[in-house]
Nanobody, 121 residues
Framework: QVQLVESGGALVQAGDSLRLSCAASGRTLYSYAMGWFRQAPGKEREVIAT??????????ADSVKGRFTISRGNAKATSTVYLQMNSLKPEDTAVYYCAADTHRTGGYDSWGQGTQVTVSS
């Protein structure tokens, strides 16, 4: 497992952009598949963006496709994964979590504590 810490959450207005960061403590994230999830009040947690290990391909939920971009640093020593969020909508309001699949099982075994994103209309 790996310790993950999200940051970058804020209160913004609809149409604004925000970039979330997910940093690993003392570990590189290059070898792990990573995911960003979110949970809105009263709703279940949903996966919104994933990226394979290494350079890997990315995938997005329909609700964020074309607006959000998951990325990681190019260097193999990178310990940060990002979520660039553009054209934010009030329905994007949620706690955002990053997660890592450190065992390459297809499941996420390491989670951050979450960062709040609030989008006002």
């Amino acid at each position: 497992q790996v310790q993950l810490v999200e940051s970058g959450g804020a209160l913004v207005q609809a149409g604004d952009s925000l970039r979330l960061s997910c940093a690993a403590s003392g570990r590189t994230l290059y070898s792990y598949a990573m995911g960003w999830f979110r949970q809105a009040p009263g709703k279940e947690r949903e996966v919104i963006a994933t990226i394979n290990w290494g350079g890997g391909s990315a995938a997005y939920a329909d609700s964020v496709k074309g607006r959000f971009t998951i990325s990681r640093g190019n260097a193999k020593a990178t310990s940060t994964v990002y979520l660039q969020m553009n054209s934010l909508k009030p329905e994007d309001t949620a706690v955002y979590y990053c997660a890592a699949d450190t065992h390459r099982t297809g499941g996420y075994d390491s989670w951050g504590q979450g960062t709040q994103v609030t989008v006002s209309s």
